[in-house]
């Protein structure tokens, strides 16, 4: 099972930071694709970012690009997302995602694994 968990308080203002953590004890993610995906109210899933196999490249949707930050611990087994200057508009449900493909795939079509989405409100 994949597990996407929220360090610290979900609901912050505007500026404020956060981080997500993402772990599946089953899934050894230096050979894994790992995303964050996230959906709003009323809206479908939309691409966050990617931290691809080699985990070194990166690739951000143009929304979070220079505010959110992907990396990975490979002692951990851990992919974490660094959510900085947060504003109201990224209100949403965010998911991890895991693909065995060794691509930085933006499709939540293309993932095989899900975890259970964690809620991260912003107020302005």
């Known amino acids: 099972d994949v597990s996407c968990r929220r360090l610290g308080e979900g609901s912050v203002q505007a500026e404020g930071s956060l981080r997500l953590s993402c772990s599946a004890p089953?899934?050894?993610?230096?050979?894994?694709?790992v995303a964050w995906f996230r959906q709003a109210p009323g809206q479908g899933r939309t691409f966050v970012g990617v931290m691809s196999m080699n985990g070194v490249t990166t690739r951000y949707a143009d929304s979070v690009r220079g505010r959110f930050i992907i990396s990975r611990d490979d002692a951990k087994n851990t992919v974490s997302l660094q959510m900085n200057s947060l504003k109201p508009e990224d209100t949403a449900v965010y998911f991890c995602a895991v693909t065995h493909r060794n691509s930085a795939a933006t499709t939540a079509s293309l993932y095989d694994y899900w975890g259970q989405g964690t809620q991260v409100t912003v107020s302005s």
């Open positions: 089953g899934l050894t993610f230096s050979s894994k694709t």
